[in-house]
């Protein structure tokens, strides 16, 4: 049988992408290895969101063709969209593809094993209008499955390099997004991630179908218990998404929404398309409309002119908003775009220095968002033993609120919808009680406890 490896730097997307370029080999009778080990393919998924990434990149490719110079090198991913001709340099590379034609990878593979004459088949993303469908039906973790439904950018940020790698947005038909659904649920998914490079621009490039279209559809498929939005911007929350959000008793209380910046003026240096008086108004109503709702966010410390005093407001201005967590990044120039070239760089140990007062917030503001649900019951689902580590008598999971919980309970609960009693507050994680498995019977009194500490929602908000 023949082996391939996988090694994938980036971000979750680029995982998506691997898994599915998987399915790619598996169809062909390839089994997949540890990256470590002697393989007959090796393929690469690259990020080149920072410079490092670049850097990173290249190490793995020289590491692959150092475990074994007779195997096929193949690289994919943004790294190898932007600068296919830097990697195909690498001795021993034989095949770049970029971010889009993976649906050809085996066959470019077969023919290099035959004639060992190295590829190129990188094109211009920015000429691509068509969503690349690549399925993934199965995933290792039991419980939770990623849905790919859009590819691409059109923000343009002045940080960012990602368009360049991706191209412009481009949206998966809804059809094709709702079988997927259905037999990821089929397979015995309970929670669905949608996820894309800008997840929240889906039905950018339709008309009159955009993503709360597609999430009232989702909302009906049976045997759907959670839908998640992997991220959202501030700028596509409209009334009617909250309104979708608030009604359907299937939107997960999460939602991840990049700020960047707390300081008008580094926002727009930025490019970013509001303002903190709009992000604020946004998360207002979203608290409105879904008490209890966790919002995450991305932070960037240190970008070009950004000044003691914009930090220090940017700093409150978080601290109000009291986020369930923050992703706290320092600005690292990217070659090839205006932010790399404007003047007032910012000193390195300042920006660190910057960094970890946001993370110290961060953790505070964790912590207090986790507090509040001491004593309530949530909803878990459980995707694994605790640390990996079967036998403890411990399983970890998620809420729909995105609280992470460990509690009582063997493997047979992964994947099943619990009942579970938090019991202690902890910034990376909660501890709780089982209360209940939802499609077991209760425990005589249970039934009672349980209806006293389940959240419910309010009425509707109306715009």
């Not at 190490?59 to 475990?67: D, G």
């Not at 950004?306 to 990217?334: C, I, Q």
Request: charged share 25%.
């Amino acid at each position: 049988m023949p082996t391939v490896a996988f090694y994938t730097l980036g971000c979750k997307v680029n995982f998506y992408d691997t898994e599915a370029i998987w399915q790619l080999f598996k169809n062909e009778g390839y089994e997949q290895v540890d990256f470590e080990s002697t393989a007959d393919v090796y393929l690469i998924n690259t990020c080149t969101v920072t410079n490092t990434g670049d850097k990173k990149s290249r190490q793995i490719i020289r590491r692959a063709v150092r475990r074994n110079p007779d195997a096929v090198i193949a690289v994919t991913g943004c790294y190898a969209q932007t600068s296919p001709a830097e990697i195909m340099a690498i001795e021993g590379v034989d095949l770049v593809i970029g971010t889009q034609d993976r649906e050809k990878i085996m066959t470019f593979v077969n023919q290099i094993q035959g004639d060992r004459q190295p590829v190129n088949a990188v094109r211009n993303i920015m000429k691509t209008r068509d969503f690349e469908e690549l399925d993934v039906p199965d995933f290792s973790e039991r419980t939770r499955a990623f849905l790919k439904i859009q590819e691409g950018c059109n923000n343009f940020c002045t940080f960012c390099i990602i368009p360049w790698s991706r191209g412009l947005s481009r949206s998966r038909a809804p059809q094709s997004v709702l079988d997927q659904a259905k037999q990821l649920v089929a397979s015995g998914y309970k929670e669905i991630v949608l996820t894309g490079i800008h997840t929240g621009g889906y039905g950018d490039d339709m008309e009159n179908y955009n993503l709360t279209s597609l999430l009232w559809d989702l909302d009906k498929v049976e045997g759907l218990e959670r839908i998640r939005i992997s991220s959202i911007e501030a700028s596509q929350i409209d009334d009617a998404m909250i309104d979708v959000l608030n009604r359907s008793g299937k939107m997960c209380r999460h939602l991840h929404i990049p700020l960047q910046a707390g300081e008008d003026a580094v926002l727009k240096r930025m490019r970013r398309k509001y303002t903190t008086a709009e992000f604020a108004a946004k998360i207002k109503r979203l608290h409105e409309a879904m008490p209890g709702v966790a919002i995450t966010t991305d932070v960037i410390v240190g970008f070009p002119g950004e000044t003691e005093e914009m930090f220090e407001n940017g700093f409150r201005f978080m601290e109000e908003l009291k986020f369930a967590e923050m992703h706290v990044f320092p600005y690292s120039k990217r070659t090839g775009t205006p932010a790399a070239r404007m003047d007032e760089q910012v000193d390195e140990e300042v920006k660190n220095e910057r960094v970890h007062k946001l993370i110290d917030l961060s953790e505070k503001m964790q912590l207090a968002y986790a507090e509040q649900y001491v004593g309530q019951v949530l909803d878990v689902i459980p995707e694994r033993d605790y640390k990996g580590a079967p036998g403890t008598g411990l399983v970890m999971g998620y809420t729909d609120n995105y609280i992470q919980v460990v509690f009582n309970g063997s493997e047979s609960l992964i994947g099943k919808l619990c009942r579970v009693k938090i019991t202690e507050a902890g910034v990376n994680e909660c501890r709780g009680k089982l209360v209940r498995v939802l499609d077991e019977l209760p425990a005589e009194g249970s039934e009672t406890e349980l209806n006293s500490f389940v959240p419910q929602r309010p009425e509707a908000i109306r715009a």
